[in-house]
């Protein structure tokens, strides 16, 4: 249908070629209009980026100088950086957002890898159970899980720690089921043909099946990767010890400690996404496909 | 013993150590999904029949945390403006996802690169985003007044006056989502086969008459998916709430999430807070049936 709704054509009869001009020109002239609209919703979209990458160039005074300043006058990111870390340990948060994506990243797609394989592959006494259990973790929203965790939490003595920050918000149902998913379609003669060369379970879960489903485990650690960098309430919650903010909370404490510096806010923010926003430019298939699988997963 | 037998019984034994390395390799899901999914669970619901504090033993209360709802002034503020939130934001990114989609379901110059730009607000994190619109909202120094002022619109001050505060926290999730759902709809849109438009266009069937009788019963099930989706996100709204406009002013856009956050964190009433959890959960999976019925019934 693509075409068709665009150009509607006209009957062919009579004088050909002025026909095809015209069709042509009603053509192009269709073209330019929608490209003016894009053009205006893309300005729309993108005006509240390049708002914060100007504030972010600017002197605070600029930043509230009346009337507004559109442009900064020298750009002053390295000035910024230096203020805001006069006042934050930014690049401690940095570092424990890092720490924190990391592993959580590296162990969602493990134990997700792990548990996929063992429902995708073996057949053993409750297993649909366990399965249909875990999808339906996935239909029961966070707030009955918050406050439950929170004390879990509280009373294993993790409260402040890496491990409190990562383990509980790493393993999701749907990764899990991502891997389930592509592991099923692994043939069981290439297993068994690993198991007769006498290849320990472990070993053929390692060498032969995870290489076969890299796609998925690239997909999964891109969703985790960005949702473990973004996570803002389980933090917010379990850490109060500065020292392991994450760069959201730190943001957060910044805006409730030094509000007016909207140059130094809108530079750290700037960093905080860039990673994301990177992979996103870099990855753009894979995300843009593992945000559907997530999206559809019933 | 017959060979067949034998080989029976070796299958068994073999199977048996098979299902044991399978419970192996699930078995650390089993231990994390119970005690960080199914504990958890558990507590808050029978937290929400008592008035535990985090530091005394939870004592049973029956349901007095949820007679406390129906006379507690924020709490029902908080209903009314998530309603107000969830009202404005699940009927707006629908339309504007789903308009977007049938124009990037078609091909034109530049529609990667346009499709790009409408979906990067949604790879912003919500925090970050938060930051950004709270600095495009400030009155006299921020973008939204210059712009306002620019185009003669009125001149709202979406951080300090009540009466707008919550539709400035829904402009926001509109621009942040809407990349994300035409994105879901386009994938739903590609997977309707083009014979069918084909078969129609034969029959003699017009553009609209198409997109009535293939387009939209087709779509079906991605609405209902998207309505619930939409609906489960407004309603955990929680970062812009805190972070642009902290709940006021007079707690104007102090949604349940902020609410509950605040009971429970602030305030430390854990029992009221899971009650105020549950009442969430069960408002939730009551508009999901309801979606359900509407979207069956109309087929």
């Given at each position: 249908m693509s075409s068709q709704t665009l150009v509607h054509r006209p009957p062919r009869n009579g004088n050909g070629s002025v026909w095809a001009s015209a069709v042509a020109l009603r053509r192009l002239a269709q073209q330019v209009l929608l490209w003016a609209g894009l053009l205006v919703l893309s300005a729309v979209m993108l005006a509240p980026l390049v708002w914060m990458i100007g504030g972010a160039m600017k002197s605070n005074g600029e930043v509230m100088a009346i009337p507004i300043q559109w442009l900064p006058s020298e750009i002053r990111l390295a000035q910024n950086y230096r203020d805001m870390m006069g006042r934050i340990p930014y690049t401690r948060y940095y570092l424990n957002s890092v720490i924190v994506a990391v592993f959580a990243t590296a162990g969602s797609v493990f134990f997700s890898a792990l548990i996929g394989y063992g429902l995708a592959k073996f057949e053993f006494p409750g297993k649909r159970y366990f399965f249909g259990f875990i999808m339906a973790?996935?239909?029961?929203?966070s707030q009955l899980t918050l406050i439950g965790l929170y004390v879990v939490v509280k009373n294993l003595g993790w409260l402040n720690t890496y491990h409190g920050l990562i383990?509980?918000?790493?393993?999701t149902a749907f990764g899990i089921f991502l891997m389930r998913q592509s592991m099923l379609v692994i043939p069981d003669e290439l297993i068994d043909a690993a198991r007769i060369d006498g290849s320990g379970e472990f070993r053929i879960f390692t060498a032969i099946v995870l290489p076969l489903v890299k796609p998925a485990l690239a997909t999964l650690a891109i969703l985790a990767g960005t949702a473990h960098w973004d996570s803002f309430l389980w933090p917010l919650i379990v850490i109060s010890d500065k020292r392991l903010y994450t760069l959201p909370v730190g943001l957060r404490f910044f805006l409730s400690d030094y509000g007016s510096y909207y140059n130094e806010l809108m530079l750290g923010s700037l960093l905080a996404l860039l990673p994301v926003l990177a992979m996103f430019l870099i990855f753009q298939r894979q995300f843009i496909r593992g945000v559907i699988n997530s999206g559809l997963k019933q | 013993m017959t060979a067949a037998e034998s080989n029976r019984t070796r299958r068994a034994r073999r199977m048996d150590r098979r299902a044991w390395i399978g419970l192996g390799f699930v078995l650390p899901g089993i231990i994390y999904f119970s005690l960080f999914f199914l504990y958890p669970v558990i507590s808050a619901l029978s937290w929400s029949f008592t008035n535990y504090d985090l530091v005394t033993e939870p004592r049973y209360i029956g349901l007095d945390n949820f007679r406390y709802m129906l006379n507690d002034r924020h709490f029902i503020n908080g209903v009314i403006v998530t309603f107000k939130y969830v009202l404005g934001v699940v009927p707006s990114v629908i339309v504007t996802g789903f308009l977007l989609a049938l124009l990037f379901n078609q091909a034109f110059p530049g529609r990667a690169f346009f499709r790009t730009v409408i979906f990067v607000p949604y790879v912003i994190s919500i925090v970050a985003a938060s930051f950004i619109w709270r600095y495009v909202y400030q009155p006299t120094y921020g973008l939204w007044p210059q712009v306002a002022g620019f185009l003669h619109l009125p001149q709202i001050n979406f951080l300090n006056d009540g009466r707008y505060a919550i539709w400035g926290l829904v402009i926001i999730a509109i621009w942040r989502v809407s990349g994300y759902y035409m994105v879901i709809f386009l994938s739903g849109l590609q997977n309707i086969s083009a014979e069918l438009y084909e078969a129609a266009a034969i029959d003699g069937a017009g553009t609209i008459t198409r997109f009535r009788y293939i387009t939209l019963p087709l779509m079906k099930p991605i609405m209902l998916f998207v309505l619930i989706v939409a609906t489960i996100g407004a309603f955990q709204a929680f970062a812009p709430a805190l972070l642009v406009t902290g709940g006021g002013p007079a707690g104007a856009t102090r949604v349940l999430q902020l609410y509950l956050y605040e009971t429970g964190w602030l305030f430390l009433r854990f029992g009221y807070a899971s009650a105020i959890a549950v009442f969430m959960v069960l408002i939730l999976t009551a508009l999901t049936i309801v979606y359900m019925r509407l979207v069956k019934v109309e087929t």
């Open positions: 973790t996935m239909m029961v929203p383990v509980p918000e790493m393993l | -």
